[in-house]
């Protein structure tokens, strides 16, 4: 049990354009979802934390604008990069954590972003 | 907010030895303390966590150890593979659903 999903695993994108990842939990309910950013050989960043039917919670230096989080039910998050730049190219990583559970996130196998 | 520091950056072993990889972490109020492990483009992998009311825990070749007064954990590996060669993160909550903050890093390289 408790699997994530993520989709897609990989895009490709010019510079100015959206891009949208979505962020499923399969078989659990998730009322908290997280966002990481995971730039090579560096450790995970939190960039905002998602509770569902809420507003998300940003890290200081994530611009919200730029990066739209919206997570309408207890099983999908989503994370849209908006006007899209070279410097945006990461590996972006979602988590959820089951309703009841104490602790434990259950993270998504990530969506590469290249942004051209 | 919370700090969470890792070393070594980088642990090169022989196949069979052990390898141990130490967290220390800024804020008392953390109580919740998970251990990752990520192979190249994939996702983390929870591979064994702690709680603040233990010292220690073990799985198999994999154990964790926590010094509360010292604010600072360890992740013990014994009898090393090469299948245990990746990058491993620690990670430090303040629990009841609060977020993880991760440290650096450790890339775990065993040599057969």
């Known amino acids: 049990g408790a699997v994530v999903s993520q989709h897609p695993s990989r895009v490709i994108c010019k510079s100015g354009t959206s891009v949208k990842i979505e962020c499923r939990s399969l078989?659990?309910?998730?009322?908290?979802m997280f966002w990481y950013r995971q730039f090579p050989k560096q450790s995970l960043m939190l960039m905002a934390t998602?509770?569902?039917?809420?507003?998300?919670?940003?890290e200081q230096g994530v611009e919200k604008d730029k990066f739209l989080i919206n997570h309408a039910s207890l099983t999908l998050s989503t994370l849209t990069v908006t006007s899209a730049h070279p410097e945006d190219s990461s590996f972006y990583i979602c988590?959820?954590?089951?309703?009841?559970?104490?602790?434990?996130?259950?993270f998504g196998p990530g969506t590469r972003l290249t942004v051209l | 907010g919370e700090n969470v520091e890792q070393h070594p950056s980088t642990l090169s072993v022989q196949e069979g030895d052990s390898a141990v990889i130490k967290c220390t972490y800024s804020?008392?109020?953390?109580?919740?303390f998970p251990w990752y492990k990520q192979e190249l483009g994939k996702r983390p992998q929870l591979i064994i966590d702690?709680?603040?009311?233990?010292g220690e825990k073990k799985d198999q070749r994999i154990a964790v150890t926590l010094n509360k007064t010292a604010k600072h954990f360890s992740l013990h590996i014994t009898e090393t593979q090469p299948e245990d060669s990746a990058v491993y993160f620690c990670?430090?909550?303040?629990?009841?659903?609060?977020?993880?903050?991760f440290g650096g890093g450790t890339r775990v390289l065993v040599k057969p």
């Open positions: 078989d659990f309910q998730a009322t908290t």
């Open positions: 990670a430090a909550s303040m629990g009841a659903g609060n977020k993880l903050t």
């Open positions: 988590s959820a954590r089951e309703r009841g559970s104490y602790n434990e996130q259950f």
């Open positions: 804020d008392s109020a953390s109580n919740y």
């Open positions: 702690i709680r603040s009311n233990v």
């Open positions: 998602s509770n569902e039917g809420s507003k998300a919670t940003y």
